[in-house]
T-cell receptor
Framework: DSGVTQTPKHLITATGQRVTLRCSPR?????VYWYQQSLDQGLQFLIH???????AKGNILERFSAQQFPDLHSELNLSSLELGDSALYFC??????????????FGQGTRLTVV | AQSVTQLDSQVPVFEEAPVELRCNYS??????LFWYVQYPNQGLQLLLK??????LVKGINGFEAEFNKSQTSFHLRKPSVHISDTAEYFC??????????FGPGTRLSVLP
């Protein structure tokens, strides 16, 4: 158990809908990273928040957004869902802003299926 | 822009044999290099990382990797694999420790 909690574990929704994925970081970790893993695109970094502020953006679509709340949990919002958004969405947390001197710990992911 | 190539999508190897998983990268700036392992139905776990200094990096579970700047490679090795090493392995690069680019992954299958 990495200490990172993601809910829900599975989500099935229809095209055009909006969903929210939740991530609770390890106690004491200030950074939250979001990643998407799909068969087509592989593993992609989406976005990074540190202590409530967005710090880095990767290949995140405009239909997707995220935020980190004062209690440090984070939510990834996916809207106008398409079939191609079906993927495993991971979050990871770390103590520092940079994954250089510290390690990021990954949750078990939320599997999103868009039908 | 950075990119990562993992030339082998699947590597079958017998138990107790050595293994090398290849990773090549391209970047116009200095990067940090990482290897992650993903066991079935699990998130990623960091195996090791190269930041600077010695080009030979030792990680967890007996894995090591060698950074070769001239060949822009960061190959992962283990002298003797176990059944429990069966997993997907991802190489990744980052120039700032925040934004990561991952390779497509190599599926290691250890056969009895």
């Amino acid at each position: 158990d990495s200490g990172v909690t993601q809910t829900p574990k599975h989500l099935i929704t229809a095209t055009g809908q909006r969903v929210t994925l939740r991530c609770s970081p390890r106690s004491g970790d200030l950074s939250v990273y979001w990643y998407q893993q799909s068969l087509d695109q592989g593993l992609q970094f989406l976005i990074h928040y540190y202590n409530g502020e967005e710090r880095a953006k990767g290949n995140i679509l405009e239909r997707f957004s995220a935020q980190q709340f004062p209690d440090l949990h984070s939510e990834l919002n996916l809207s106008s869902l398409e079939l191609g958004d079906s993927a495993l969405y991971f979050c990871a947390s770390s103590v520092d802003r940079w994954q250089v001197n510290t390690e990021a710990f990954f949750g078990q992911g939320t599997r999103l299926t868009v039908v | 822009a950075q990119s990562v190539t993992q030339l082998d999508s699947q590597v079958p190897v017998f138990e107790e044999a050595p293994v090398e998983l290849r990773c090549n990268y391209s970047s116009s700036v200095s990067v940090y290099l990482f290897w992650y392992v993903q066991y079935p139905n699990q998130g990623l776990q960091l195996l090791l990382k190269y930041l600077s200094g010695s080009t030979l990096v030792k990680g967890i579970n007996g894995f090591e990797a060698e950074f070769n700047k001239s060949q822009t490679s960061f190959h992962l090795r283990k002298p003797s694999v176990h059944i429990s090493d069966t997993a997907e392995y991802f190489c990744a690069v980052s120039d700032d420790g925040q934004n990561f680019v991952f390779g497509p992954g190599t599926r290691l299958s250890v056969l009895p």
